[in-house]
């Protein structure tokens, strides 16, 4: 006798297994609906926080976004219900429901000729398979099993299974096709939607299961451990963007983000491709280093040995972390010898702690992927960022972390603003460059530290603490920034003042040049014309300008004075006459020097004297000197009256010296046009006294001399040059222009090339 339970495929199934899968399709198509109306209203809220902080009333695309949610929401709910509706339809009469245009076929990620929307829809629709599958996946395969029985075969497909991971997240790319929506707003749907359904899934899973089993139909699934990760609650989740990560803040990168921000938008086709590009160059690179058994050759299964399991990978991964391993610090100390080789070892060695022999184990081929990468990515950067020893020893203890991380979620490598990415990339920010040399600079690194222990101390397998620990973090360097930006504003006024002194001072001597042509004042003469009267007109100059009244007063001043250099012939006598007509106009130019009373009359009355003595055709006083012993010689010194101010604006001249006996800069064009095109924000490497190369950023180009100022990360002022002496700087090696990438961009993009060199 044949169990009704268990009808031949080409029977109709028996009323009690139609009721059956008609409870089951109104139980999940409710459940699954509140799940759609959650995230239609997280989404909502999140689009409307952005256009209030947007600024723009009625303009704002948030606010356009919102509107065409709204507008869509309901052929979304309905696309969805009647995919449900098919695949429980499939399953009542045993027949595979046919997958959605949008559904995922496979776990594979397909790079083929799809529109740019498309694939990413299938992406985010493949992930958050992955996604449910890696939380929920024991309940899963239990309901699998059960439903395989009551449909009477032997195995039910995933695109058969209407509860799949693969058929959930196939009904939420089916109910999009068609449905207009801007793309950064359905991808931010698609992480609402994994995020809820991992968080909300286990109570229709476990109530599923349970109908099946009161009906007599059995899983025959071995028993596995709990899910390794816990998922976070919706509401603990900063708002996605729609790369699936919560925004970045603004976006500085000296380094880059992005200031970036090297930042936006992560896991577009270009990443894709990249990231495709990066493992094939990697399973090209991995066999040529296992030639002749060499140590970190291939740790994938093979004669015997089998591939560690997701829940023992990790548990090893949890045991190293809490210290530093062996490998990392050989690594550290052997820059020659491979991290990720060294780790890899070290996690065959350490089978043994999790009761398995170490000879009977390998790494399967995706967790090698990840290794390899993430020991690629810090050895590049130990070699080729500027970190103190102290804080290579920090960054050192992420290695583990970052591999537990990367093992988790691929993604990791496939977007910009993946919350481990952006940690890595502020920790970077943080310690790079930083010296501890004041009290704020140690104080980030305090905060970089104690970040790094929160990490180790609290990350399970939770990858939220990444999120938690680097919006800490980036609030913390926002701070520190705005400290930074007034240092840079400040040395950006003293150099403007700078620049304005000397110009007024050139606009002075150009005046004085043009007016002695010809003329050979005496000494004490030229004297006070090239200290007080420039000293004056330049002041003049700073503050009313060229064109002012008081500027054309100087000069005939100056006029007047040279006036009265006696010709041949000039009777002595008129001297007097027209100096004490100047007194008045000679004493407010003394004045300006700091010259005034008794000292001011001996000025005046030396340069009658010089006159006097011009006149009768005496010896004149030696220039440079002071004073002479003889009384009618004598040259009063004029003594230097400068402001505090002043002086310390005359000090700040750092300039470039031609060296190594050359006259003159030899640059290239292209060099020359390339320093020209560099942006404020800039970073850029000058060599130190150390040999290293250190980064600076280019904080102000002067609108008066159009040299560029850098300052360092504390915003102190480094060097000021014109385009052609960087020119030169660059050839001579002192000077490297980088891309303007984040740390972790940037050393990827060092790894993929180190591989390329490896191949040949």
């Known amino acids: 006798m044949s169990d009704p339970r268990n009808p031949g495929p080409d029977r109709p199934a028996p009323p009690p297994v139609r009721d059956l899968v008609a409870g089951m399709r109104r139980r999940s198509t409710e459940h699954l609906q509140a799940v759609l109306a959650r995230v239609f ?59 959605a245009s949008g559904a995922a076929e496979s776990g594979g990620l397909e790079l083929s000729l799809l529109p740019e929307s498309e694939l990413e ?54 109910a999009h096709q068609g449905v207009e929506l801007p793309d950064d707003v359905r991808m931010v749907l698609f992480k609402y939607y994994e995020r809820e359904l991992i968080h909300d899934l286990r109570d229709l899973l476990t109530d599923l299961n349970g109908r099946l089993e009161a009906a007599g139909f059995r899983a025959d ?4 451990p709990a899910p390794r990760q816990a998922a976070p609650a919706p509401d603990m989740v900063a708002p996605p963007t729609a790369d699936g990560y919560a925004p970045a803040a603004s976006a500085y990168h000296p380094s880059g983000e992005s200031g970036g921000d090297g930042g936006g938008a992560g896991g577009g086709a270009e990443d894709r491709a ?27 299964g093979r004669g015997g040995q089998r591939p560690l399991q997701s829940n023992e990978m990790m548990s090893l991964l949890s045991l190293m972390q809490s210290n530093v391993p062996d490998s990392v610090n050989e690594a550290l100390d052997r820059p020659e010898v491979s991290l990720a080789a060294l ?15 170490p000879e009977q184990v390998s790494i399967s081929q995706d967790d090698e992927d990840a290794v390899d990468l993430v ?88 990858l939220a603490i ?78 009313e300008g060229p064109e002012s009244g008081s500027w054309q007063t100087a000069l005939r001043v100056a006029d007047r004075l040279l006036a009265l250099l006696p010709k041949d012939g000039d009777p002595v006598e008129s001297i007097e006459p027209g100096l004490k007509a100047l007194r008045e106009p000679l004493e407010a130019v003394l004045a300006s020097s700091g010259i005034i009373g008794e000292a001011a009359s001996d000025t005046i009355r030396g340069l009658g004297e010089s006159l006097e003595r011009r006149a009768r055709g005496q010896a004149q006083a030696p220039v440079a000197a002071p004073a002479v012993d003889a009384e009618d010689d004598k040259v009063v010194q004029l003594p230097d009256r400068r402001s505090p101010m002043q002086a310390a604006l005359a000090d700040l001249k750092p300039r470039l010296e031609v060296v190594d006996g050359k006259k003159k800069l030899d640059v290239s064009d292209s060099d020359v046009e390339q320093m020209r095109q560099l942006k404020v924000g800039t970073w850029i490497h000058i060599a130190g006294e150390d040999g290293k190369h250190h980064p600076v950023k280019l904080s102000w180009v002067s609108p008066i001399s159009s040299r560029l100022m850098f300052v360092n990360r504390r915003g102190v002022r480094v060097l000021v040059a014109s385009v052609e002496e960087l020119a030169a700087m660059k050839q001579e090696g002192n000077l490297l222009v980088r891309e303007q990438e984040q740390v972790f961009d940037q050393v990827l993009h060092r790894v993929m090339g180190k591989l390329r060199e490896d191949l040949g």
């Open 466 to 543: 990444f999120e938690t620990l680097e919006q800490e973090l980036r609030q913390f360097l926002e701070q520190h920034r705005r400290r930074v930006e007034l240092a840079e504003r400040r040395a950006a006024e003293a150099q403007r003042g700078q620049e304005r002194l000397e110009q007024a001072r050139d606009l002075a001597r150009l005046e004085l040049e043009q007016r002695t042509r010809g003329l050979d004042p005496t000494p004490a003469m030229r004297d006070f014309l090239e200290r007080c009267w420039t000293h004056h007109l330049s002041m003049i100059a700073l503050r």
């Open 121 to 174: 829809q299938q992406l985010a629709t493949n992930l958050t398979a992955e996604a449910i599958t890696r939380i929920h996946g024991h309940q899963l395969d239990e309901l699998a099993g059960r439903l395989a029985r009551m449909a009477g075969v032997a195995k039910l497909e995933p695109d058969a299974n209407p509860l799949s991971a693969l058929s959930l997240a196939g009904a939420i790319g089916a």
């Open 274 to 300: 990249v990231f495709e590009a990066l493992r094939q160059l990697l399973h090209a690179w991995r066999p040529a280093q296992q030639v002749g058994g060499a140590a970190g050759g291939r740790q994938t």
């Open 375 to 462: 020991g690629m990515l810090f050895d590049v950067m130990f070699d080729e960022r500027d970190f103190e020893q102290s804080a290579r020893t920090m960054i050192s203890r992420l290695v583990v972390p970052f591999v537990k991380a990367a093992v988790m979620d691929r993604r990791l490598f496939l977007y910009k603003t993946h919350p481990a990415r952006r940690l890595l990339n502020s920790l970077a920010e943080a310690v790079e460059g930083n010296r501890g040399e004041g009290p704020q600079e140690r104080e980030l690194l305090q905060k970089a530290e104690s970040t790094v222990d929160r990490l180790i101390a609290e990350f399970n397998e939770d």
């Open 41 to 99: 209203a997280r989404a909502d809220d999140w689009l409307f926080d952005l256009a209030k902080k947007d600024g723009v009333p009625d303009g704002s695309p948030y606010l356009f976004a919102m509107r065409a949610l709204r507008t869509s929401r309901a052929p979304i709910e309905r696309g969805f219900r009647e995919y449900l509706d098919k695949a429980f339809g499939g399953l009542e009469s045993r027949a595979a429901p046919a997958p």
């Open 221 to 224: 699934v071995a028993a596995k």
């Open 343 to 357: 780790l890899k070892n070290e996690l065959l060695r350490g089978a043994s702690r999790i009761g398995l022999p």
